[in-house]
């Protein structure tokens, strides 16, 4: 089966502008989360989809961040306006279900960089 | 509050030695642990996870884990290590659902010929 599959795979822009970044998951599953890893810290939660609905977007850091996965299947984060303190490395992964027996699939993650 | 403290953020070991991996974690509830390794430009690939009963875990790539719940701690064992096995490693814990990790910062393992 196809893997978790994230684009671009690098992005450089300039503080004030908007980004978009991609996450298609596996097909079939219900469940997609973003993560962020920032210089080199801890990855840290985002938000979790179940199918389209946000469950839980308690790792948002504010309102410049906003996050859609329109009919279920691919999701996208987009950041307007990027701060420099944006940059950083965003996962995106997926699962069947929230069991022990559903793991979670990572993508490659997106670099963002923000200058 | 839910954190995981990895101590060592770069170790490096010759090939065929051992290796430990430390961690840490905070939790209030059950923990259910997991440890992924990511290779330079992969995603975090799952090599062990703990839910419950043996404490000692084996994993992919020859890797295991013990669980001491005395000290809250989660460590990551080879007994040889491989070139290969240079990658970053995270430790991280479970929500009670699996809907939510919390990772460690990494230990970038480095492996000397």
């Known amino acids: 089966e196809a893997g978790v599959t994230q684009f671009p795979s690098h992005s450089v822009i300039e503080k004030g502008q908007t980004v978009t970044l991609r996450c298609d998951p596996i097909s079939g599953h219900d469940n997609l989360y973003w993560y962020r890893r920032v210089m080199g810290k801890e990855i840290k939660f985002l938000l979790h989809f179940v199918k389209e609905s946000k469950q839980d977007e308690s790792g948002m850091p504010n309102n410049r961040f906003l996050a859609e996965r329109t009919g279920g299947t691919y999701s996208t984060l987009k950041v307007q306006p990027a701060e420099l303190e944006d940059s950083g490395v965003y996962f995106c992964a997926s699962s069947k279900g929230g069991s022990s027996n559903s793991p979670l699939h990572f993508g490659n993650g997106t670099r963002l960089t923000v200058t | 509050a839910q954190s995981v403290t990895q101590p060592d953020i770069h170790i490096t070991v010759s090939e065929g030695a051992s290796l430990e991996l430390r961690c840490n974690y905070s939790?209030?509830?059950?923990?259910?642990l997991f440890w992924y390794v990511q290779s330079p430009g992969q995603g975090l690939q799952l090599l062990l996870k703990y839910f419950s009963g043996d404490t000692l875990v084996q994993g992919i790539k020859g890797f295991e884990a013990e669980f001491k719940r005395s000290q809250s701690s989660f460590n990551l064992r080879k007994p040889s290590v491989h070139w290969s096995d240079a990658a970053e490693y995270f430790c991280a814990v479970g929500a009670w659902n699996f809907n939510k990790f919390y990772f460690g910062s990494g230990t970038k393992l480095n492996v000397k010929p």
């Open positions: 939790y209030g509830a059950t923990p259910y």
